[in-house]
Nanobody
Framework: QVQLVESGGGLVQAGDSLTLSCAAS????????MGWFRQAPGKGREFVAF????????YYADSVKGRFTISRDSAKNTVALQMNSLQPDATAVYYC????????????????WGQGTQVTVSS
């Protein structure tokens, strides 16, 4: 069984930075792509970024490109999402997800999910 636990969410002001972390356990994640998604109230789950576990290739949604950075520590089985210049439209529950194989923007392609962490950006 795979477990993903997110941490690092909170309340920040517009323009602030925040780093989310995801700790993975239960499997060898060498062949897994790790992703971050978010879901705002009343909206569907939205792709944010993914990173391949072994190759370190990262891919971002256009809406966060240049401001968010996804990174991973394979030795510790952790994935981080550094978010800079946050704006109120970034307010959402952020989820860590994992899937075997290459990355995709479709949340339905990810089989493992964390419980989510709330990020609130005030104006």
């Amino acid at each position: 069984q795979v477990q993903l636990v997110e941490s690092g969410g909170g309340l920040v002001q517009a323009g602030d930075s925040l780093t989310l972390s995801c700790a993975a356990s239960g499997r060898t994640f060498r062949a897994y792509t790790m992703g971050w998604f978010r879901q705002a109230p009343g909206k569907g789950r939205e792709f944010v970024a993914f990173i391949t576990w072994s190759g370190g290739t990262a891919y971002y949604a256009d809406s966060v490109k240049g401001r968010f950075t996804i990174s991973r520590d394979s030795a510790k089985n952790t994935v981080a999402l550094q978010m800079n210049s946050l704006q109120p439209d970034a307010t959402a529950v952020y989820y860590c997800a994992a899937r075997r194989g290459w990355g995709t923007e479709n949340p339905a392609d990810f089989g493992f999910w964390g419980q989510g962490t709330q990020v609130t950006v005030s104006s």
